[in-house]
């Protein structure tokens, strides 16, 4: 079956620098990614996707990346906030196209 | 729009009780399903339900049933709660066709003594 990876489980950063969360896929059939933001005590939300026939797609201070050679993704924010502490997921659509697989997660934490 | 609505946010059983944890949304969307989330673990796949009617197995179906009673409505049902089903839970719904995002309630936090 499919599986997402993360490679790192935590990352700290300092408030207004960027932070890159990376993510690694195993189904080079997937056509369809999506990024999640879930603060504690909620459910994740959406924050930005790409198509797999896409290298890069930019969002309001989010872009993601992908690389289908090596079948990774990353999500890079700019100027990182407070309110961007949370964990990350990167979600993977699996060829029945109505499942998503998830990520580990990536806990960020951004330091005032 | 309420979005995924989730009923209870925290429950508390012993071992071998019953309950059923309710999910609804308003989205008009035909897709929805159950996830559960363990510390360091990312979502799990419980059950899904591509459109009113049908429903087939994730991951871990295992001690589990679910409902899916009308459009709007996705119930999971847990017949004899056992500690490993300590976790979160959560619903989402979808959209079907295209390229669409899944929607998630707040979750419930169930946890089996």
């Known amino acids: 079956g499919e599986s997402v990876g993360l490679h790192l489980p935590t990352l700290s950063v300092q408030e207004g620098d960027n932070s890159i969360i990376n993510c690694a896929y195993s189904n080079s059939a997937s056509d369809y990614f999506i990024w999640y933001k879930q603060e504690s005590g909620k459910g994740p939300q959406f924050i930005i996707d790409?198509?797999?026939?896409?290298d890069k797609r930019q969002g309001q201070r989010v872009t993601v990346l992908l690389n289908k050679t090596v079948k990774h993704l990353s999500l890079q924010i700019a100027a990182t906030q407070p309110g961007d502490s949370a964990v990350y997921f990167c979600?993977?659509?699996?060829?029945?196209?109505?499942?998503?697989?998830f990520g580990t997660g990536t806990s960020l934490t951004v330091i005032p | 729009n309420a979005g995924v609505t989730q009923t209870p946010k925290f429950q508390v059983l012993k071992t071998g009780q019953s309950m059923t944890l309710q999910c609804a949304q308003d989205?008009?969307?035909?897709?929805m399903y159950w996830y559960r989330q363990d510390p360091g673990m990312g979502l799990r796949l419980i059950y899904y339900?591509?459109?009113?009617?049908?429903?087939d197995k994730g991951e871990v179906p295992n001690g589990y049933n679910v409902s899916r009673l009308n459009k709007r409505e996705f119930s999971l049902r847990l017949e004899s709660a056992a500690p490993s089903q300590t976790s979160v839970y959560f619903c989402?719904?979808?959209?079907?066709?295209?390229?669409?995002?899944?929607?998630f309630g707040p979750g419930t936090r169930l946890t089996v003594l």
């Open positions: 339900s591509a459109s009113e009617g049908t429903t």
């Open positions: 790409i198509r797999s026939n896409m």
């Open positions: 989402a719904s979808m959209d079907t066709g295209g390229y669409n995002e899944q929607f």
């Open positions: 989205m008009n969307h035909n897709s």
């Open positions: 979600a993977e659509r699996g060829s029945r196209g109505n499942q998503f697989y």
